[in-house]
């Protein structure tokens, strides 16, 4: 049973780098098919997919944010990171992380952390 948590600061000041970090247990983020995933919902909003990095180490980024996002990983802790720049009050949200066979679906097959608040403000 893959699990997944999340953890970093609950409240970020505008224009300063949003960064999270997911830690895995129950599978490795090297070795299995998933792509290991953010996704983040505003408030009163849909979820919003973010991107992912894939067990090689490759990235992929939603064309919205892939100007101030970064996806990264740490193989030795078994972790991923998220690192949004430049934030500002629409980017405070729900962010989850996920390891998904679909990018952008949510399958039966999939595995969520509980997700994190973050705020964005001064």
């Known amino acids: 049973q893959v699990q997944l948590q999340e953890s970093g600061p609950g409240l970020v000041k505008p224009s300063q780098t949003l960064s999270l970090t997911c830690t895995v247990s129950?599978?490795?983020?090297?070795?299995?098919?998933?792509?290991w995933s953010w996704i983040r919902q505003p408030p009163g909003k849909g979820m919003e997919w973010i991107g992912y990095?894939?067990?090689?180490?490759?990235?992929y980024y939603s064309p919205s944010l892939k100007s101030r996002t970064s996806i990264s990983r740490d193989t030795s802790k078994n972790q991923f990171t998220l690192q949004l720049s430049s934030v500002t009050p629409e980017d405070t949200a729900v962010y989850y992380c996920?390891?998904?066979?679909?990018?952008?679906?949510?399958?039966?097959?999939?595995?969520w952390g509980q997700g994190t608040q973050v705020t964005v403000s001064s």
């Open positions: 996920a390891s998904v066979l679909r990018f952008g679906v949510r399958g039966e097959t999939d595995y």
């Open positions: 129950g599978g490795s983020i090297t070795t299995t098919p998933y792509l």
């Open positions: 990095i894939v067990y090689s180490g490759s990235t």
